[in-house]
């Protein structure tokens, strides 16, 4: 199908998105709903969430160090806000039209910017502020967030002072990503922007990838890696484009989306995807995980495995949780099974994060969970809120950084 070029063709598969997930969810966990997500109708699941051990004795310490909250966070909006952290501090925003820079330290605020609505910006049920929803994401100076209107917001790192607008054609729900020269905004319609880092001028617009009539809510944040553009896209591809001037380079089917009817077809590239040592390593929904050659899209190996929250990796294993939330590692380079943990099957798992020895997942009821990277076994929980988790924890040193849908984020240190 072409792309919706109509605002109200686009309105109208958007709240098909938002169906499809519902029945998504239906299908996957055997529940109408997930609290918090996109209603507040609570309905009894034919296959709850795996109960935790009350008797838990964690092998590892962790200690937190201390929590914030950042306006309501992303809400019900479907979008993976996460923090970002560069040169000790941890960079947030909402869709209540805040972006706050933290120390990262200590939890306290170092400055704070709540926009209302801007110039050329989509104006949304005569609301009063821009409604953050992709990223932040930070490199150097330069602060970029995106909008569920469209726009892109760049600031100075340092104090928050705005450098420049730009606005695209859909909403922004995944983190841009920055170069030496450019920003990279994947845009929910499935276009890739380049714009210059500069002053936020569009240089170029890949706009080929077809747009299903249903997919999942969510988007795959870019990869820019060594002046090449990675991107998971709705119809179930990895494409490289060329970051100068959108160039396609390679793309990678791994989800063919194939079924009778549309909810059997959803075929989404939505997770993250990981770079590492010249290999490109992804996962798609009702498809494979994959690893890539970065330089021309040739597959290393291929495992039928799907993905709705993408990969995490270490020196020599990649992490996901599949469909039922069964935590899976895999070796990184044979694609051969490692172990599978399915103590928190249908917990609805966030993005993975590899943290040293262990790695990282928040759940739907706001836990979070260290798992050992040699074995899968569960070596420390805590519990940030009791909101759902969406975004991967965000690991410096010995520190991880987590935030739930409402903008709760809680700061952990890990220890022997």
């Known amino acids: 199908m072409s792309k919706l070029d109509t605002t109200r063709r686009t309105r109208a598969a958007q709240a098909l998105r938002a169906l499809a997930l519902v029945a998504l969810v239906a299908a996957m966990t055997g529940c109408a709903t997930i609290k918090g997500w996109f209603n507040d109708t609570k309905k009894e699941n034919i296959e709850p969430p795996t109960k935790l051990a009350e008797n838990f004795a964690p092998s590892i310490n962790v200690q937190k160090v201390w929590s914030e909250r950042i306006g309501k966070g992303a809400e019900k909006t479907g979008a ?141 944040a870019p990869l820019l890696i060594n002046d090449i553009v990675y991107s998971g896209q709705d119809n179930g591809k990895v494409v490289a484009l060329r970051a100068s001037d959108g160039a396609i380079l390679w793309e990678q089917t791994l989800s063919p989306g194939e079924g009778r009817t549309e909810i059997d077809r959803l075929q989404d590239v939505d997770g993250q995807i990981v770079f590492d040592d010249n290999v490109v390593y992804a996962s798609g929904y009702r498809g494979q995980t994959v690893a890539l050659i970065a330089q021309t899209g040739r597959p290393i190996w291929t495992r039928e495995l799907s993905s709705f929250g993408g990969v995490a990796v270490s020196a020599s294993q990649i992490y996901l949780a599949d469909n039922d939330s069964n935590v899976v590692a895999l070796d990184l380079h044979s694609g051969s099974s490692e172990w599978k943990q399915d103590g928190l099957k249908y917990r609805w798992l966030s993005e993975p994060a590899v943290q040293g020895d262990t790695v990282v997942f928040g759940d739907l009821e706001g836990w979070v969970h260290w798992l050992s990277i040699g074995d899968g076994k569960l070596v420390g929980r805590e519990r940030l809120s009791k909101d759902p988790i969406q975004s991967a924890p965000v690991v410096v040193g010995d520190m991880v950084y987590v935030e739930d849908i409402y903008g709760t984020i809680g700061a952990y240190r890990v220890g022997k």
């Open 80 to 220: 993976r806000l996460r923090p970002a952290y560069a040169d000790g501090k941890l960079y947030a925003a909402s869709t209540t039209g805040v972006v706050e820079a933290f120390d990262a330290t200590n939890g306290h605020s170092l400055w704070s910017k709540s926009l209302g609505k801007r110039g050329g910006f989509i104006w949304h049920h005569g609301g009063n502020s821009v409604r953050w929803a992709g990223g932040p994401s930070v490199d150097g100076d330069l602060l970029v967030v995106g909008s569920l209107e469209g726009g892109v917001q760049a600031f100075a790192a340092a104090d928050g002072a705005e450098r420049w607008t730009a606005q695209l054609s859909s909403e922004i729900i995944a983190a841009p990503a920055i170069g030496s020269s450019m920003v990279i905004v994947r845009t929910h319609d499935g276009h890739i922007v380049g714009l210059d880092r500069a002053n936020g001028a569009r240089k170029w617009t890949y706009d080929r990838a077809t747009v299903p009539l249903l997919s999942l809510r969510g988007d795959s």
